[in-house]
């Protein structure tokens, strides 16, 4: 009993991220029908800006919750930056062009790569623990911090669900990637959608990276890692679909830490892709796509 | 094409297959192998391209090529050519099984089930001890009697397969490729098993890639399940797309220049994936056609009145 809780658990804190990233990739799919194989660099990006600023902070003085929070908006602020400049110089010209804009993010993301290393050295980081203590439930332990983790990971993810169901935005960002010619007629602002969608899926990442930084060793290849994992919950979930990528983020979750456990790692890994193939054999658009 | 390019083609690899038997066997003759290789490696990517599909198994089907013909060399002792024969017939039968049950996938799906392939490759090597698991195989050399030759008996490996993939594009089967790609339906409609046809595609390309990875797997003489990650098939794209994939030319073009630039630009330290990362970027944005359309471009009188691809 005790070893499911705990494998609920696990599943639970590593699922959380997972739906964050892959969130951010069906939208920015959904929205600009592009395949953004640089979404893991956003992703990485707030980590390391999260790993360089709090050591430097708490240099400065500043108490580590201070630190914490600083780091964590600077660091949206950063990836947020980086993802305009990557919209109004590159992704903007790509839209709907989905073999180019996927060459393109490619290269993006090797080059994106190669700069971390450059600027941030291939070291290995550690953060201070932020909030110290681990938490018994039913038998499962969680460190506290973990679980503060899960719960903004979670609360952002359901955040974001609402928004999409029920604001104007929301309501936008669907017309758009069910029909954009249609949203036009509509007279949706395409464009200026189409980058508000963009920003908030590169927010996501951002505040997955960000969330992640205090719990685990960061380095410059971070991204990579998350990113395939991201794209097998999306393709899994069916690319677009926003109740897919949750799915599938699930899904993924679970082999990742039921698999962990019982076999090891690869093969949980192995399992992921075996499963990609079969679900896309039954159903070629994912379990949530249509098409 | 005019007579005068098809006779500057012939001399060029003339050029080359002499340039290769005199290379000598040192850092010379190895450049020459890898700028073979990564020729015909681009050709057979950008070959599943004709249907419009990113072949991102392509890295893995290298690495099954190069891992059959270095079973074939170490652990039978066949003779050269059967090891390159086997690394190919080994690559093409695969990716046929692979190909029917993932090819019904397109686009975006298919690029990421193919790279998903390519992924899982690299782990079931790492996990399989006859073929050496993490550290990879060793002592795949080439018979002591055709060493002084392997330049040369690459680059006329590479230059037959650059000759029959571009046979085939411009064959019947070739245009119902192209037709694929502009539009699959309209295919189906004139009575062409479109599914059967792209898996046909896929082994072709990969029967020839597979070429490409006993050929590696002879030059470096290890292999270890690290070289086959989806970089190879990254790498391939960053050829393709700064020589142009218009034509058959642009994929040789794009090889050759990237491949001695990269050696040149690693003379200065780690910079590996900025300067792949640079050029796919700079290919794509600014040069949509590639080397070989920008080339096209400067030779006016022979400008092809066909629209560029896509």
């Known amino acids: 009993m005790d070893i499911y809780?705990?494998?609920?658990?696990?599943?639970?804190?590593?699922?959380?991220?997972?739906?964050?990233?892959?969130?951010?990739?069906?939208?920015?799919?959904?929205?600009?029908?592009?395949?953004?194989?640089a979404h893991g660099e956003f992703f990485a990006l707030a980590a390391l800006l999260v790993a360089v600023a709090v050591p430097w902070l708490i240099d400065f003085g500043a108490p580590l919750p201070v630190a914490y929070g600083l780091a964590f908006l600077g660091a949206l602020a950063g990836v947020l930056v980086l993802g305009k400049i990557l919209y109004e110089f590159a992704f903007r010209r790509f839209q709907r062009d989905m073999i180019g804009s996927f060459v393109l993010s490619v290269g993006l993301a090797l080059l994106l790569q190669g700069l971390y290393i450059e600027i941030f050295s291939s070291a290995s980081r550690k953060l201070p623990t932020l909030i110290e203590g681990t938490l018994r439930i039913l038998g499962g332990a969680i460190t506290t911090q973990r679980l503060v983790l899960c719960v903004i990971a979670l609360l952002v993810a359901v955040g974001m669900y609402w928004a999409i169901a029920s604001t104007r935005l929301g309501k936008?960002?669907?017309?758009?990637?069910?029909?954009?010619?249609?949203?036009?007629?509509?007279?949706?602002?395409?464009?200026?959608?189409?980058?508000?969608?963009?920003?908030?899926?590169?927010?996501?990442?951002?505040?997955?990276?960000?969330?992640?930084?205090?719990?685990?060793?960061?380095?410059?290849v971070i991204g990579s890692s998350y990113l395939i994992k991201g794209f097998i919950a999306v393709v899994i979930g069916g690319l677009?679909?926003?109740?897919?990528?949750?799915i599938g983020s699930i899904l993924i979750a679970v082999i990742e830490s039921v698999g962990g456990y019982y076999f090891d790692p690869s093969l949980a890994t192995i399992a992921m892709f075996v499963m990609v193939m079969v679900v896309l054999l039954v159903r070629p658009a994912g379990i949530m796509g249509n098409g | 094409m005019a007579k005068l390019p098809r006779a500057l083609l012939a001399a060029a690899s003339l050029c080359a297959v002499i340039g290769s038997y005199f290379s000598g066997s040192d850092f010379a003759a190895n450049l020459i192998i890898w700028v073979a290789i990564n020729v015909l490696m681009t050709a057979s990517f950008r070959f599943v391209l004709l249907i419009g599909e990113l072949n991102f198994a392509?890295?893995?089907f290298v690495g099954i090529g190069a891992y059959a013909g270095g079973i074939a060399t170490t652990m039978y002792h066949l003779p050269l050519?059967?090891?390159?024969?086997?690394?190919?017939?080994?690559?093409?039968?695969?990716?046929?099984?692979?190909?029917?049950?993932?090819?019904?996938?397109?686009?975006?799906?298919?690029l990421l089930v193919s790279f998903a392939f390519t992924e899982v490759l690299r782990l079931i090597y790492s996990k399989v001890d006859v073929i050496g698991g993490n550290s990879g195989m060793i002592g795949i050399f080439p018979p002591a009697y055709l060493a002084r030759f392997y330049p040369t008996i690459v680059v006329l490996v590479v230059l037959f397969f650059l000759f029959v993939l571009y046979r085939m594009e411009r064959s019947d089967f070739g245009k119902i490729l192209v037709a694929i790609r502009n539009n699959d339906d309209l295919v189906q409609t004139v009575g062409i098993d479109v599914h059967l046809t792209k898996v046909w595609c896929l082994g072709i390309a990969s029967f020839v890639t597979g070429?490409?990875?006993?050929?590696?797997?002879?030059?470096?003489?290890?292999?270890?399940?690290?070289?086959?990650?989806?970089?190879?098939?990254?790498?391939?794209?960053?050829?393709?797309?700064?020589?142009?994939?218009?034509?058959?030319?642009?994929?040789?073009?794009?090889?050759?220049?990237?491949?001695?630039?990269?050696?040149y630009a690693l003379g200065f330290g780690a910079y590996e994936h900025i300067f792949y990362g640079a050029a796919i970027v700079i290919g794509v944005l600014l040069l949509p056609d590639g080397l070989f359309g920008l080339a096209q471009r400067m030779l006016p009188g022979r400008r092809r009145p066909e629209g560029s691809g896509s």
């Open chain 1, 5 to 37: 809780v705990q494998l609920l658990v696990n599943s639970l804190q590593i699922g959380a991220v997972y739906v964050l990233f892959s969130l951010g990739l069906t939208l920015i799919f959904g929205v600009m029908r592009i395949v953004n194989f």
């Open chain 1, 172 to 220: 936008a960002l669907r017309a758009v990637s069910e029909d954009h010619e249609a949203a036009m007629l509509q007279g949706i602002p395409y464009r200026r959608i189409a980058l508000s969608g963009f920003l908030i899926g590169t927010l996501l990442a951002a505040v997955a990276g960000a969330l992640l930084a205090p719990v685990v060793v960061i380095g410059p």
């Open chain 1, 240 to 246: 677009g679909s926003i109740p897919g990528a949750i």
């Open chain 2, 58 to 60: 392509m890295a893995g």
């Open chain 2, 81 to 110: 050519a059967l090891a390159l024969l086997l690394g190919a017939a080994a690559a093409g039968l695969i990716s046929l099984v692979v190909g029917f049950v993932t090819l019904r996938a397109k686009g975006a799906y298919f």
């Open chain 2, 211 to 263: 070429i490409c990875g006993a050929l590696l797997a002879h030059a470096n003489n290890v292999i270890s399940p690290g070289d086959f990650s989806f970089l190879v098939a990254v790498y391939t794209l960053a050829y393709l797309k700064v020589g142009g994939e218009s034509h058959i030319l642009g994929a040789v073009l794009g090889a050759i220049v990237l491949t001695l630039l990269a050696q």
